[in-house]
């Protein structure tokens, strides 16, 4: 096994490239180096991405800001500017793990560690977060949705990785939140989570919303439905009632040992009102 | 010197009951501490074991050859390196540390290999070929006492029925404990409750997973690091296995991370020792927590009826309970006192209750912390509770009214002495949580527990050293902050300060046989001992100055670390001091030192009682504890802190068990959670501060009043929690863990009902 640490992107990418066998990225390692213990993963190399200045940054940009594929949640939580902007999906990446984890786990490293449970991807899908993908001869600007295919599956080439990751500039009057059911406080996998994203006009109107669902799938669920219920009224009880059921509705959770389908479908919605009754106070707060 | 009762209990102590720094401290937060894995020799081998995937299946054939040939492989022992024991005690402890005809549950052992290094070891493992014929298992209870149910072992027939049985039973044995006439009492009962209850397996969740390090050369002497409970035990239970002489084999306790009652046997010990012998090299093994989670000891399952009756006026007339625990793939199931104290905090005219013990293709379980009582104390307070709440009486009222004091005949037998039960119900009622007001969707719980506590064989050794400062050396590993105990009772008995003393945990060669460490015995029983070896001392320090004054040795007395004249007719001496006394030891006879042995008796029972509030979120069913008050009789607190600890530990560990705590088995009979992630215990930020209100009922069995504190903190939590919830949720919830989705569940039946 090989361990290397380089200092740009350029190099990074060609030690992919260049990899005998396995290659993979090492950004906090919180989910890669869990698997290299308990024997699921083995690479060849390992590519650290931590040295790379271009990755440890967060950075204001005209259309947003950029968060670096190597930039830890907790110092997301501590960016004053990111944690008033999108305070859902700060939130989201405050969620992961415990105060330890949280000094090491990537946004990046959450999405494409492929977890049908991440934490922070519904939260990132619900304003339209772009993922960096540079490779060997291109870069692309990718939705964040685009990214996971399914559980542990990824859309990134072997010789691609993520650089940084875009949260769009928000709309005036907008909020977001994301809430995650676990049955501790910390320390666990999400049973169910909700992200919801939505904008006001002057009066107090939904002009767009995006509902996002997680831990209930393969894969994050866009509920549109959901999104259609609160687009056009003033996001009261019943359009946040009929929110919560498109939501229960569009689940399609599996029974295993952290929740059976019955409750994950009730619980995804009931996340899903109270995650859309956050973003609406927020949305309401910001100017 | 005998031991002194009633009248010295009441003495007042220097330094009994004060807080003085524990002296494992430092070591533990600087690391510095050596735990089971922190051991190492020079050429030491890593030793893994191969386990069985299957939970029921005969063992046809295991082929090692392709692992042997694996270059750094130096040992491999199966079920052929291992003789079954004569010695009855040991045969399922054979046959659990090693599968011999078949495998009897996920995670047991078929083969261990010892190789250079862990990654050799590891592929060692895969190299051997292990072939199984798959046979139908049974992991629940319930079902494993169902005719028809696939049969553990051939052969076994139920103990303890009035007709001999015909048949082979996974049922091991029927307990039957109780007096009076329950039918007859159910009659004179105004209400009668019966209900029926389950709780999921747990695992005692100790965050150092066991390990040792084995050294046994061609000579068949041999050494062994491990962490364990009891050490004894340990070496007891290999030298039987190995056909060792116990005397050749040492072994030594390291710092343990936590056991509670989970290290009071063996897994990897005689297989490491096995491993050395064969290649002549040490072996260390450590386990990994998913072996520890499906190859040590979880607690039972169990599935329990019970049934009690009462007047109007709220006297019990009745009271009856069935239980049914699996224990794991062997006898043993804690069920007989699950059973035993099902009843016992109760003063009752008609009782009976009937324990199953039942084996399944679970690991073997292994004690944990009052076994069996906190399951019994769910479902017996769960209903207790409910007819408080029928009879529209105040449930620590309902209580108080029925419990059992001095003279009350046990429903497991014996008369009981003074007891503290009452106190902490009186107690309970003044205290300022059990007034405090209770917020939407929120519930509050009471309920007590009781347990009997251990003595039990104990040798301990005080030296006095050269500076006259001293080493105390007892054989119980130190796992609840007995050192700090022992040193203070020493301390206070030589009249000497606390930091004079030095205790240590001493290895096998060093004392006579010690008991394990359980049954909340150490303070108790060790501690008696140190006490009377500080006497002992004592005598002998007495006598030296009696040489060297030239008077008689009962002509001087022991006061406040000094040797004195006993009175104005004795002489005019100046006293002398411990240090003085051993100063010139060598030249009035030699060396000094107090000693002690004793199969010590007289552990006095202990009660609790538990106060708990808890809120449900209505739309999820997720609980959160909000506020946990313990008040429990110590006896004697020697050092608060660590019976505070205790307080709090069991309640919290009870927290974990009510609410989120499950061995979760697949279809496949596999189980499905071997880990911290899906094996939920609670971590700091689920609980509140736990609240502690230690009473003293002074033990008349010890010469300082103490009684054992580490058991009964678990006994009530599962129904105090149990009752707080239901009372939050507006429904009675009887099947433990309460997760969310059963929760959930419950509510919304209620609501549609
Ligand atoms: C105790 C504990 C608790 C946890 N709790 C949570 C939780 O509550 N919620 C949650 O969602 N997760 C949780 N996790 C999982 C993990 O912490 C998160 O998924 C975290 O965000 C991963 O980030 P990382 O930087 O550590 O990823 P790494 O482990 O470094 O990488 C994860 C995967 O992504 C790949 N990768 C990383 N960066 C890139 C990149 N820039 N480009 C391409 N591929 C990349 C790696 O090769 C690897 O396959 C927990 C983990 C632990 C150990």
């Known amino acids: ?287 | 010197m005998s031991l002194q009762t009633e009248t010295e209990t009441k003495r007042s102590f220097n330094q009994i009951g004060t807080r003085p720094v524990r002296p494992d401290g430092i070591d533990k937060v600087t690391g510095r501490a050596r735990f089971g894995a922190d051991m190492e020799m020079p050429g030491m081998l890593h030793g893994l074991v191969l386990r069985s995937p299957h939970p029921h299946a005969k063992v046809k054939s295991i082929d090692i050859s392709r692992a042997a040939k694996l270059a750094g492989v130096k040992a491999i022992v199966t079920r052929d390196d291992f003789k079954m024991p004569k010695d009855k005690d040991l045969v399922d402890i054979c046959a659990n540390i090693m599968a011999r005809d078949k495998v009897l549950y996920d995670g047991h052992a078929v083969a261990a290999v010892a190789a250079t290094t862990k990654a050799i070891a590891r592929e060692a493992l895969k190299r051997i070929k292990v072939e199984y014929e798959i046979l139908p298992h049974v992991t629940d209870v319930d079902e494993a006492m169902k005719p028809g149910a696939p049969i553990l072992h051939k052969g076994m027939r139920t103990g303890g029925m009035d007709t001999k049985p015909r048949k082979d039973s996974n049922v091991v044995k029927r307990y039957k404990f109780g007096h009076g006439d329950v039918e007859k009492g159910f009659k004179q009962a105004d209400i009668v409750i019966e209900r029926s209850f389950k709780t999921a397996a747990t695992h005692q969740g100790y965050i150092e997973p066991h390990a040792c390090l084995a050294s046994i050369g061609p000579d068949g002497q041999g050494d062994l690091w491990v962490c364990t409970q009891g050490h004894y035990m340990v070496r007891n239970v290999c030298a039987g296995l190995l056909g060792l002489d116990v005397s050749q084999l040492r072994v030594t306790a390291s710092e343990i991370g936590g056991g509670f009652g989970g290290k009071t046997t063996v897994f990897i010990e005689p297989l490491a020792l096995a491993l050395s012998r064969k290649a002549n090299r040490p072996v260390k093994m450590v386990m990994s927590r998913d072996e520890v989670f499906r190859a040590t000891g979880p607690t039972s399952s169990t599935s329990m009826d019970v049934k009690i009756g009462a007047t109007k006026d709220g006297r019990i007339t009745a009271a009856h309970a069935e239980l049914r625990f699996q224990g794991g793939a062997f006898a043993g199931s804690p069920v007989s006192m699950g059973a035993m104290t099902a009843f016992a905090c109760y003063d009752l005219k008609n009782v009976q209750s009937i324990g199953y013990d039942v084996v399944t293709n679970r690991p073997k379980q292994a004690a944990y912390r009052a076994p069996g009582a906190p399951m019994a104390a769910f479902a017996v307070e769960s209903v207790i509770d409910e007819l408080a709440s029928k009879l529209g009486m105040d449930g620590l009222e309902f209580r108080i009214l029925n419990a059992a004091g001095e003279g009350t005949k046990s429903s497991y037998g014996p008369t009981f002495g003074p007891i503290g039960l009452k106190t902490t119900l009186e107690k309970a009622k003044s205290h300022a949580h059990n007034k405090a007001k209770l917020g939407k969707n929120q519930g509050r719980g009471i309920a007590c527990g009781f347990w009997f506590n251990f003595a039990g064989n104990t040798c301990v050794s005080l030296n006095l050293q050269l500076d006259g400062t001293i080493a105390l050396s007892v054989g119980t590993p130190d796992i609840g902050g007995s050192r700090a105990s022992m040193s203070l009772m020493a301390a206070e008995e030589l009249g000497v300060p606390y930091d004079k003393v030095r205790t240590i945990v001493a290895d096998t060669a060093s004392l006579g046989y010690n008991d394990v460490t359980d049954g909340s015995r150490t303070t108790f029983a060790a501690g008696l001992a140190t006490i009377e070896a500080a006497r002992d001392a004592i005598g002998k320090m007495c006598g030296r100055a009696a040489k060297v004054w030239g008077i008689p040795a009962d002509a001087v007395k022991w006061e406040n670390g000094y040797a004195k004249p006993a009175g104005p007719n004795a002489g005019a001496f100046k006293p002398m001091s411990m240090a003085e006394i051993a100063a010139i030891a060598h030249k009035t006879g030699g060396p000094i030192a107090g000693h002690y042995e004793i199969n010590a008796d007289g552990a006095g029972v202990s009660f609790a009682t538990h106060i708990v509030d808890s809120e449900v979120d209505p739309e999820t069913g997720r609980v959160t504890i909000l506020r946990y008050t313990v008040l429990q009789d110590a006896g004697k607190a020697i050092h608060p802190d660590y019976v505070e600890g205790q307080y709090q530990g069991g309640a919290v560990q009870g927290i974990g068990w009510a609410i989120n705590e499950e061995y979760i088995y697949g279809e496949d009979g596999r189980l499905q959670n071997a880990g911290f992630l899906d094996y939920r215990i609670p971590v700091a930020s689920d609980l509140p501060m736990i609240d502690t209100v230690i009473l003293e009922i002074p033990n008349p069995g010890h010469p300082y009043g103490v009684r054992g504190v580490g058991e009964t903190s678990i006994v009530p939590p599962l129904a105090a929690i149990a009752n707080s919830v239901s009372n939050a949720a507006g429904v009675r919830l009887t099947e433990l863990p309460m997760s969310p989705p059963k929760v959930l569940k419950a509510i919304g039946e209620h609501n549609r009902a």
């Not at chain 1, 904008?199 to 393969?218: M, Q, S």
């Not at chain 1, 389908?261 to 009931?270: A, Y």
Request: positive net charge.
């Open chain 1, 1 to 287: 096994m090989r361990f290397e640490s380089p200092q740009t992107t350029k190099d990074a990418v060609a030690l992919l490239a260049g990899a005998k066998g396995k290659g993979r990225v090492l950004a906090g390692g919180t989910d890669l180096l869990v698997q290299m213990k308990s024997g699921m993963a083995a690479p060849d190399v390992i590519v650290d991405i931590k040295r790379i200045p271009a990755m440890k940054s967060i950075k204001a940009e005209k259309d947003g800001m950029r968060v670096g594929a190597a930039v830890a949640s907790a110092e997301m939580a501590e960016h004053a500017a990111l944690a008033k902007g999108w305070p859902g999906v700060v939130e989201a990446a405050d969620l992961i793990g415990s105060t330890q984890i949280q000094g090491r786990a990537t946004l990046a490293g959450n999405l494409c560690n492929g977890s049908p449970a991440a934490d922070s991807v519904p939260a990132m899908a619900a304003i339209g977060a772009k993922a960096r993908v540079v490779g060997p001869k291109k870069r692309r600007d990718v939705l964040v949705e685009k990214i996971v295919t399914g559980p542990g599956k990824i859309s990134l080439a072997k010789d691609e990785l993520i650089e940084s990751i875009l949260l769009p500039k928000r709309p005036p009057r907008s909020g977001d939140a994301y809430l995650r059911f676990i049955p501790r406080t910390e320390m666990d996998i999400a049973v169910a989570g909700a992200a919801v994203s939505l904008t006001l006009d002057t009066k107090g109107v939904c002009t767009d919303a995006r509902v996002i669902i997680g831990a209930v799938g393969p894969r994050i669920i866009d509920v549109k439905d959901g999104a259609k219920a609160l687009i056009g009224t003033k996001v009261d009880k019943a359009a946040l009632k009929a929110m919560e059921a498109a939501c229960s509705a569009a689940a399609t959770p599996i029974d295993d040992k952290r929740g059976t389908k019955e409750f994950r479908k009730h619980v995804v919605g009931v996340l899903a009102r109270r995650a859309g009754q956050i973003a609406l106070k927020r949305a309401k707060g910001s100017k």
